[in-house]
């Protein structure tokens, strides 16, 4: 992430963003294949557009990102379209770690991680462990994560502790412990679903959706998504 000049739309207040930001990034394969290329060179400009939100996002000052970039239920791929996603987060992991770390951010991953290729997992520890004081901005992936699986990977554990847990307890047992909830989520490409994505953490959030594919979701995109954020009316099931 370079000193870089994201525009900054004149609607946009700075003073009301999101906490934390969270995005569903569909679309990659659409994205490929309406260009006639194939699957993987989508999720590759997929992955070259993290970098470049991720720069925009930080421009602007929002603190916590999160990224859905692959799920539980994605391991119904093609074996080739796997491994070339995980080869891609790797890659990215190494090529930016350095970065990360000048810049200030913290890059966290959460989901079934014991589950993921060796090298993966050694890539994310490493970027995790270098980042892991930094304190002007928080990146998180998650990779292997199903909220299904969260809720009842939690429930396990608390069944094992033998002890009627409160909401606080509960959370704790959650991969997203210390984690505030995603206060906007954006969904790119167009389906309107939540596909297994922080289904406990979302109870309140305010959802957008766009039919942008991911590779192609800008900053203007992103920023038009924000102003729509601050025109909401967050109620939290209180009257005003
Ligand atoms: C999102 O893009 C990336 C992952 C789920 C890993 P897709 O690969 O789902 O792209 P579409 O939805 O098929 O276009
Ligand atoms: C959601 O996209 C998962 C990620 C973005 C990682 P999918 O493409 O897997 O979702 P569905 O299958 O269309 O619901
Ligand atoms: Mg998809």
Same mark, same amino acid.
């Given at each position: 992430m370079n000193n870089s000049s994201t525009k900054i739309y004149r609607?946009?207040? @700075?003073?009301? !963003?999101?906490?934390h930001l969270a995005i569903i990034m569909d679309g990659n394969g659409r994205w490929a294949t309406k260009r006639g290329l194939p699957r993987n060179m989508g999720h590759k400009a997929g992955c070259e557009n993290i970098k470049r939100i991720t720069q925009n996002i930080y421009d602007l000052g929002i603190e916590m990102v999160t990224f859905f970039a692959?799920?539980?239920?994605?391991?119904?791929?093609p074996k080739d379209e796997i491994d070339g996603i995980f080869n891609l987060i790797r890659d990215y992991m190494n090529e930016y770690k350095d970065e990360y770390l000048e810049k200030d951010v913290k890059v966290m991953f959460f989901g079934? @991680?014991?589950? !993921?290729p060796q090298d993966l997992t050694k890539a994310m520890e490493d970027i995790m462990e270098k980042t892991k004081?930094?304190?002007k901005m928080t990146v998180n992936f998650a990779v292997n994560y199903g909220g299904r699986s969260e809720i009842l990977r939690a429930v396990n554990k608390a069944i094992k502790g033998r002890k009627e847990l409160d909401f606080n307890g509960f959370e704790?047992?959650?991969?997203?412990?210390?984690l505030p909830d995603p206060d906007f989520v954006i969904r790119t490409s167009?389906?309107?679903?939540?596909?297994?994505?922080?289904l406990y953490q979302m109870a309140y959030s305010e959802l957008y959706f766009t039919k942008t594919y991911w590779p192609s979701f800008n900053n203007k995109d992103l920023q038009h998504a924000l102003i729509n954020f601050q025109k909401r009316k967050r109620r939290f099931g209180n009257i005003k």
């Open positions: 609607k946009l207040d @700075l003073s009301r !963003l999101p906490k692959f799920s539980t239920e994605n391991w119904k791929r079934e @991680l014991k589950d !993921l004081n930094c304190k704790e047992l959650l991969y997203t412990r210390n167009g389906e309107m679903r939540i596909s297994n994505f922080m």
